[in-house]
């Protein structure tokens, strides 16, 4: 039995900064982030958006697709969590009207939670194959104004809707994994911004890449002729980059460079967007899906996804006949192009605005409101959200 994505959705906030400007006001060479890093603009989440309202909207996009009498699982994926109890996936259920009858629930490991949520699906409809799962990668990655982490930030939700016979793409039940518990990141529950070990970080992100790829091959007997394409989390682009290179000399030169083809087709929307956490992965996929034109049903594609702590998991998939047909990359280039600038100076007022870790009231800036629900307020500790 065929289980996959069989529709994606994608949401990122209405504002965004050009980073070339920021370089400029943090006296760093431009070329320093859209060449070094490899970032041209960065998604701004003003204080009304987080994972709920993003990943709803991302659901919204894909809702003509559920089915509410086969939803049997709704999974959050994410690291910006709004609540150390109740799942985000809750809020989201209902601002959506998705049916109660389903599974609810909320994964967190670092930026793997997406690929765990996606795995858990999978084995979801494979024990139930009439039964639809949603996962929902949703997250804001922040680590603070003038820091060596300001470049890496962003914001965003992607959404997958999973079932048999998917319209997408079918998930190879072939995963090799590595998990190892290390301090490269992580958040404290006392705040919303991260704390890193950038240099170790990236060590280990190809570390664990290495170790899931030579795995993976020995397992399936596969190799880089067997691939299309491959696609990475995507903290920067870079990063992805610099692990796709390092599998390169595997493969003959004219491979070598139709592969670093489809990576760039893959990095698109990151290089606008910016760091997805759990959803960057899938961000580069949708990236690579609608961006890329020589892509054929049948092709095989690698996805490799990270998460800081750590844990690491290459998998394959396979695209299905008529899978152009169910994209929407009009309407998110579209979304993209019709965002708002911000200068950096109201950057860091939007930044700085954020929902407090305190028990006061709080109020969001209605001059911020975008998108099709808000977070209006926390009230008595409660969020208030509302749909526009």
Not at 167 to 172: A, C, E
């Amino acid at each position: 039995m065929d289980i996959g994505i069989d529709q994606m959705g994608l949401y990122s906030p209405d504002f965004y900064i050009d980073l070339r400007q920021l370089a400029e006001v943090r006296g760093d060479d431009p070329d320093k982030y859209t060449i070094g890093i490899g970032q041209d603009e960065q998604a701004v989440p003003p204080s009304s958006q987080d994972v709920v309202t993003m990943g709803a909207a991302a659901v919204q996009q894909i809702q003509a697709s559920i089915d509410a009498e086969r939803l049997g699982l709704i999974v959050l994926g994410t690291e910006s969590g709004v609540d150390a109890s109740k799942a985000g996936a809750l809020f989201i259920q209902k601002l959506t009207g998705l049916p109660q009858t389903a599974r609810v629930l909320e994964i967190k490991e670092a930026c793997y939670g997406g690929t765990a949520g996606l795995m858990m699906a999978r084995d979801y409809v494979a024990a139930h194959p009439t039964k639809q799962a949603l996962v929902i990668a949703a997250d804001i990655a922040r680590y603070g104004l003038n820091t060596a982490g300001e470049v890496t930030q962003g914001a965003g939700a992607v959404a997958m809707l999973v079932s048999a016979a998917p319209r997408l793409l079918v998930i190879n039940d072939d995963s090799a994994v590595h998990a190892e518990d290390i301090g490269d990141f992580w958040r404290p529950v006392y705040t919303n911004q991260a704390l890193a070990r950038g240099k170790y970080s990236t060590e280990q992100y190809l570390r664990f890449f290495q170790l899931a790829w030579a795995a993976y091959k020995k397992a399936t007997g596969l190799g880089l002729a067997d691939f299309k394409a491959l696609t990475f989390h995507l903290p920067y682009t870079k990063m992805g980059l610099k692990a796709l290179r390092q599998v390169l000399p595997e493969a003959d030169a004219a491979k070598q460079q139709d592969l670093l083809m489809h990576f760039d087709h893959s990095i698109q929307y990151s290089r606008r967007i910016g760091n997805l956490y759990t959803g960057s992965l899938y961000l580069g996929l949708l990236s690579l899906l609608e961006n890329d034109s020589s892509l054929a049903a049948g092709d095989r594609l690698g996805l490799f996804s990270y998460g800081s702590g750590a844990v690491g998991e290459f998998f394959s998939a396979v695209l299905v006949e008529g899978f152009e047909k169910q994209l929407h990359g009009a309407a998110h280039a579209g979304a993209l192009n019709a965002r708002r600038a911000l200068s950096i100076a109201e950057y860091e007022r939007v930044f700085q605005d954020a929902v407090p870790y305190a028990k006061a009231d709080y109020q969001t800036n209605p001059d911020y409101y975008a998108g099709p629900f808000v977070l209006t307020a926390v009230t008595g500790q409660e969020r208030q959200y509302q749909a526009r």
